[in-house]
């Protein structure tokens, strides 16, 4: 029998994940008292094999009831059943953002703004979070790329080597993404906007990604980059880092950086690594939006 515990912060997306689950064949229960677990795995295991599969989330929406999972955990150990933690994250900005968008309220936001109940809620689950299988950093995960996820894990059984990449082309003009964890330049290339023929292109263009990428200095830095990359990820999740997100930066976003991050994206996908792709600001003067 596999059985997974979904959990994790509010607006961080434990119910698309759970209804990913159950895509799959998994028996899904949402926000069951923690003190129920240990009889519940205990009727399911005496199915004899008829649920074999079963998925379900406890969150802090339990209230006191959910100070009392560890204590569930450790009964479950006792008894030797066997379960895996499905631990969803977020950063601070695209949770109050997300309950925003939905106006739906944060399970702690009584009497307080809803950043501090983020902070605290961060502050509960981080023994948690410590005990997790498996750890996704949702801030830049479309739907469909969570689903993905899900699937390697649950489904195609891949490991989990305990990081995403996220890789995101964006234009100085705009800003640079507040979510970077590092920040690459590459203004110092050739600009083909100055190119007649590729001016209204963008760096998703074969003409404009091969203009780009066929000077010394762009095979160079492109070489130089994956190998520091290549170097940094082992020690990001040596140090518990779950989503690294690495944002190339031109002076419009349409043009060097699309090029430049989609090699980039490539050669890590080619790598054997988990790596989306997001063009902040391919659109000129569209801005914020993954694409």
């Known amino acids: 029998m596999r059985f997974i515990i979904v959990t994790g912060l509010s607006g961080a997306g434990k119910t698309h994940a759970i209804r990913c689950l159950e895509d799959i064949g998994y028996f899904c229960v949402d926000n ?14 005496q199915t004899e094999g008829k649920i074999d599969k079963i998925a379900m989330v406890i969150d802090i929406r339990g209230g006191e009831f959910f100070d009392d999972l560890f204590d569930s955990l450790h009964q479950l150990e006792e008894q030797n059943y066997k379960y ?8 601070d900005d695209v949770i109050i953002k997300r309950f925003k968008e939905s106006r739906r309220n944060h399970p702690l936001a009584v009497n307080k703004r809803i950043i501090d109940a983020v ?22 995960l479309t739907p469909r790329q969570l689903k993905e996820e899900i699937s390697h894990i649950f489904v195609e059984g891949e490991k989990f080597e305990g ?29 083909p906007f100055y190119i007649d023929e590729l001016k209204e292109k963008s760096g998703i263009d074969k ?17 130089k980059v994956i190998d520091m990359i290549e170097f940094l990820i082992p020690y990001y999740i040596k140090e518990g880092k779950s989503h690294l997100v690495i944002s190339i930066g031109c002076t419009g976003g349409r043009h060097r950086s699309v090029a430049i991050a989609n090699s980039i994206y490539e050669e890590l996908k080619n790598n054997g690594h988990r790596v989306i792709i997001g063009h902040r600001d391919i659109g000129g003067d569209v801005k914020g939006a993954i694409k």
């Open 84 to 91: 895996e933690i499905l631990f969803l994250e977020a950063s």
């Open 119 to 140: 902070k605290e809620e961060r502050e509960r689950l981080a023994e948690l979070k410590s005990k997790a299988n498996n750890i996704i950093d949702t801030t830049n």
């Open 32 to 45: 069951l008292p923690p003190t129920l677990l240990p009889k519940f795995v205990d009727l399911c295991y």
């Open 163 to 191: 990081i995403i990449i996220s890789v995101i082309s964006f234009g100085f003009k705009y800003g640079i993404p507040l979510e970077s964890d590092v920040v690459l330049d590459v203004r110092f290339l050739p600009n």
């Open 207 to 223: 003409e404009v990604h091969d203009y780009v990428m066929k000077w010394p200095e762009a095979k160079e830095f492109f070489g």
